[in-house]
């Protein structure tokens, strides 16, 4: 693809436009690693995904705010690089996969988007841990990968409390990521799909 030359010389609110059409929704896997009191202060959190590629092209759409440096670990040591994650908190997807949800209580309440994986069968998860989706506050959709399959999670929404709605809570087939079900509505699909009479009584 050839390089447009005269981009540096557009006015600067089209340069502003263009990087902003350049933003996408974004799954970024986040986890966290416990280090050394002695040179962390906090927890350290990692994430496989790779950084925007818009904001390795300039320092103009790197500060303009597309993303925002986040989830900092800062350390202690001054031969230590403090390390954040970049993300658009609006738009990305935060996925912790089968972290514990403690383990996030700190940064929490910064997520609006969530993903996660469970098993609905599990006792501990049904019993204890889903308790601790309440922490998440400001999350405005939830995305679980049923672990255990869909049909295990007939009635989720009824037996559990979903900060962010029952209608923005998606049920993601763990053998096809593409197959997403919405809500209530969604769990009706899955029960329609279902063979019931291959299930003993």
Known sequence: ???????????????????????????????????????????????????????????????????????FSDVLAPDLVPRFVWVNLEIDIIDIGEALFEDYQSIAHFFRRLK????ESNEVYYHWEVHDL???????????????????????????????????VFFIDPKDDNRVFRGNEGLDQIADMIDWSSYEL
């Not at 996660?116 to 098993?119: D, L």
């Not at 506050?137 to 037996?159: F, P, Q, R, T």
């Open 1 to 71: 693809m050839a390089t447009f030359h005269p981009f540096p010389r557009l006015p600067f609110e089209l340069r502003v436009q263009i990087w902003e059409m350049s933003v996408e929704p974004r799954t970024v896997q986040l986890r966290k690693k416990h280090r050394d009191p002695r040179y962390y202060r906090h927890p350290l959190w990692t994430s496989t995904t790779p950084v925007p590629a818009v904001l390795q092209v300039c320092r103009e759409a790197r500060y303009h705010g597309l993303y925002q440096m986040s989830f």
């Open 116 to 119: 996660f994986t469970r098993e």
């Open 134 to 168: 309440r922490m998440f506050v400001n999350v405005k959709e939830m995305y679980v990968v049923c672990a255990d399959g869909l049909d295990a999670w007939i009635g989720a929404l009824e037996e559990h409390y979903w900060p962010c709605g029952d209608e923005n």
